[in-house]
């Protein structure tokens, strides 16, 4: 079975600007989580997308936002950059249905705000 | 609110000595617990979970776990440290919600001295 996978590894963006991160869920999954994960800190939840809707969300603005496509992969947009958004994003995966939490991590996204 | 705290920022362990890391944790059931490592530059590996039954949790890499309810605790243990154990390790709660949330601790970085 395939992992998660996250795209790009790294990236570079200056404040005011968006980006997009992108996670291929692992085979059999159909849920996604987003993780923020500042330097020196525990992940924080973002949000979840579960049948191609959100389904769940964490403190984070309205900036922060999400799609899962039909074949669950997913992606992050965040708009307006700030430079507290410097952090690691993770993508997880799991098959709610289980409620095991069942989560594989994908390898994150390092994303740089200057 | 729900809340993990991980007592030691930082541990230190020679090669071969036993480890304990602390975990303790605010919710208003028993939930969901897990602990999760994490190498430089990776995402999220899951050490073990408890849900429910033997409070005594079996995970990979040698790795337990005890759940104390009546301390609200969920310390991982390892009786013999490795140098490739030196990671960084966070204790997790999973919330009992229609989706999965999971809420991490702020981890505790291991240092591993040969």
């Known amino acids: 079975e395939t992992g998660v996978t996250q795209s790009p590894t790294h990236l570079i963006k200056t404040r005011g600007q968006q980006v997009t991160l992108r996670c291929s869920s692992q085979?059999?999954?159909?849920?996604v989580s987003w993780y923020q994960q500042a330097l020196g800190q525990g992940p924080q939840f973002i949000f979840q997308y579960y049948r191609e809707e959100e389904n769940g969300r964490g403190n984070f603005p309205p900036r922060f936002s999400g799609l899962q496509f039909p074949n669950y992969s997913s992606e992050l947009n965040v708009n307006a950059l700030e430079l507290d958004d410097s952090a690691l994003y993770l993508c997880?995966?799991?098959?709610?249905?289980?409620?095991?939490?069942?989560?594989?991590f994908g390898s994150g996204t390092r994303l740089t705000v200057v | 609110a729900q809340s993990v705290t991980q007592p030691d920022i930082h541990i230190t362990v020679s090669e071969g000595a036993s480890l304990e890391l602390r975990c303790n944790y605010s919710y208003g059931a028993t939930p969901y617990l897990f602990w999760y490592v994490q190498s430089p530059g990776q995402g999220l590996q899951l050490l073990l979970k408890?849900?429910?039954?033997?409070?005594l949790v079996q995970g990979i890499k040698g790795f337990e776990a005890e759940f104390k309810r009546s301390q609200s605790s969920f310390n991982l243990r390892k009786p013999s440290v490795h140098w490739s154990d030196a990671a960084e390790y966070f204790c997790a709660v999973g919330l009992k919600t229609s989706y999965d949330k999971v809420i991490f601790g702020p981890g505790t970085s291991l240092s591993v001295i040969p």
């Open positions: 997880a995966s799991s098959l709610l249905q289980q409620k095991n939490y069942g989560y594989t």
């Open positions: 408890y849900f429910s039954g033997d409070t």
């Open positions: 085979s059999g999954h159909n849920t």
